[in-house]
């Protein structure tokens, strides 16, 4: 898979440029794609885009407002894929790095440059300097007929929204953000429900309880909400909370036993590990939620345990046989340890068996 920052490529800033200079002729187009080319090929993926962002203004001869007119018509050449919806954040970055002391115009302009994007990074910098400005939009853009702007309602105050500035405030205390999901709890665009859940589970991460109560308060009364709550409430699943368990239904037990479970005893890294086991009881199974644990070697020699779903239903039989395979494949977020690894397999946030295996 070619990396995202090749998005943000010498063949992209030309066209940026291209379309700047077309609603703009007092663009310098030449002297920007130089600036921009000899630098861009050492950064990464955000450098790459503030790069292409801040150098807008040192050639566009225009204040602000005049500047944001001209790139809310670039806009237009964005299309809806998802690697133009990224390559289109240069624009939102735009107004982070020159808008923050024009609340009303780069509003106006996120709101624009969300369709088919996303200003969910830039709008976080506004919330921190206008919380109650910026939150009161947030509200209003939660009533937009458009799944965009609704989206960005949810996406844009996530308290720990990957690759963006965290919002410390709304880790502590994230009412605020109730009050927005509230307001979207029950969309029915799944653009939007993915963004409830992933906001829902960043506040678990610091506020369990607070989540929990949510859960309580809105679970079974409508179908796309239920979704959302049991996406939101992953992290807390994982990590074996009996409350949140017991709200989805998997409850504590004592007639479900492993039996019979095997695991290659020896791994090299780029192979599969396989492992057998059998779910048994001498009644119905029951709604189950089958995990298994990977307790990967760290580099200082300790273990750190990773989750993994297998399934979760309701099983009518009294006996289930499972197997499985884990892909030792080198890959960008994860490195591999030589030596003892631990496999373990958990029912309902129980761990019922446990074996090791060696990574050679």
Same mark, same amino acid.
């Given at each position: 898979?070619?990396?995202?920052?090749?998005?943000?490529?010498?063949?992209?800033?030309?066209?940026?440029?291209?379309?700047?200079?077309?609603?703009?002729?007092?663009?310098?187009?030449?002297?920007?794609?130089?600036?921009?080319?000899?630098?861009?090929?050492?950064?990464?993926?955000?450098?790459?885009?503030?790069?292409?962002?801040?150098?807008?203004?040192?050639?566009?001869?225009?204040?602000?407002?005049?500047?944001?007119?001209?790139?809310?018509?670039?806009?237009?050449?964005?299309?809806?894929?998802?690697?133009?919806?990224?390559?289109?954040?240069?624009?939102?970055?735009?107004?982070?790095?020159?808008?923050?002391?024009?609340?009303?115009?780069?509003?106006?302009?996120?709101?624009?440059?969300?369709?088919?994007?996303?200003?969910?990074?830039?709008?976080?910098?506004?919330?921190?300097?206008?919380?109650?400005?910026?939150?009161?939009?947030?509200?209003?853009?939660?009533?937009?007929?458009?799944?965009?702007?609704?989206?960005?309602?949810?996406? @844009?105050?996530?308290? /720990?929204?990957?690759?963006? !500035?965290?919002?410390?405030?709304? %880790?502590? $205390?994230?009412?605020? +953000?109730?009050?927005?999901?509230?307001?979207?709890?029950?969309?029915?665009?799944?653009?939007?429900?993915?963004?409830?859940?992933?906001?829902?589970?960043?506040?678990?991460?610091?506020?369990?309880?607070?989540?929990?109560?949510?859960?309580?308060?809105?679970?079974?009364?409508?179908?796309?909400?239920?979704?959302?709550?049991?996406?939101?409430?992953?992290?807390?699943?994982?990590?074996?909370?009996?409350?949140?368990?017991?709200?989805?239904?998997?409850?504590?037990?004592?007639?479900?036993?492993?039996?019979?479970?095997?695991?290659?005893?020896?791994?090299?890294?780029?192979?599969?590990?396989?492992?057998?086991?059998?779910?048994?009881?001498?009644?119905?199974?029951?709604?189950?939620?089958?995990?298994?644990?990977?307790?990967?070697?760290?580099?200082? @020699?300790?273990?750190? /345990?990773?989750?993994?779903? !297998?399934?979760?239903?309701?099983? %009518?039989? $009294?006996?289930?046989? +499972?197997?499985?395979?884990?892909?030792?494949?080198?890959?960008?977020?994860?490195?591999?340890?030589?030596?003892?690894?631990?496999?373990?397999?958990?029912?309902?946030?129980?761990?019922?068996?446990?074996?090791?295996?060696?990574?050679?």
């Amino acid at each position: 898979m070619e990396p995202f920052k090749n998005l943000f490529s010498e063949k992209f800033v030309c066209s940026l440029a291209t379309y700047i200079k077309k609603y703009e002729k007092s663009f310098e187009k030449e002297s920007y794609i130089c600036h921009v080319s000899q630098k861009l090929e050492s950064l990464e993926l955000k450098q790459r885009m503030r790069l292409i962002s801040s150098s807008i203004d040192i050639f566009l001869p225009l204040d602000y407002k005049r500047s944001l007119d001209v790139l809310k018509k670039v806009k237009s050449h964005f299309t809806y894929e998802e690697s133009m919806g990224l390559q289109a954040m240069v624009l939102q970055d735009y107004v982070e790095v020159y808008g923050l002391d024009d609340f009303e115009s780069s509003m106006a302009a996120l709101e624009v440059f969300t369709i088919e994007s996303s200003s969910e990074f830039a709008i976080r910098h506004f919330i921190i300097k206008y919380e109650e400005q910026t939150m009161q939009k947030m509200l209003e853009f939660t009533h937009s007929q458009n799944e965009h702007l609704r989206r960005f309602a949810s996406e @844009g105050c996530r308290p /720990r929204l990957p690759w963006a !500035i965290a919002l410390p405030k709304y %880790k502590k $205390n994230p009412d605020k +953000v109730f009050e927005i999901l509230e307001l979207l709890k029950y969309d029915e665009h799944k653009y939007v429900q993915k963004s409830v859940a992933n906001n829902l589970n960043d506040i678990s991460k610091d506020n369990p309880n607070l989540v929990i109560r949510f859960v309580a308060n809105n679970l079974g009364k409508n179908k796309n909400c239920d979704w959302i709550l049991k996406h939101g409430s992953r992290t807390l699943l994982k990590q074996g909370n009996k409350e949140i368990l017991a709200l989805f239904g998997f409850s504590q037990f004592s007639h479900v036993k492993v039996d019979n479970f095997t695991v290659d005893e020896v791994v090299k890294e780029g192979e599969t590990l396989n492992f057998v086991f059998e779910l048994n009881s001498d009644e119905k199974l029951g709604n189950l939620r089958v995990e298994y644990g990977i307790d990967f070697l760290k580099a200082n @020699g300790k273990q750190s /345990r990773k989750i993994f779903m !297998i399934s979760q239903s309701d099983i %009518k039989s $009294n006996q289930k046989i +499972v197997s499985k395979k884990f892909s030792f494949k080198p890959i960008t977020t994860r490195k591999y340890y030589k030596g003892i690894h631990g496999l373990a397999i958990i029912v309902n946030g129980v761990e019922l068996k446990h074996e090791e295996f060696i990574l050679n």
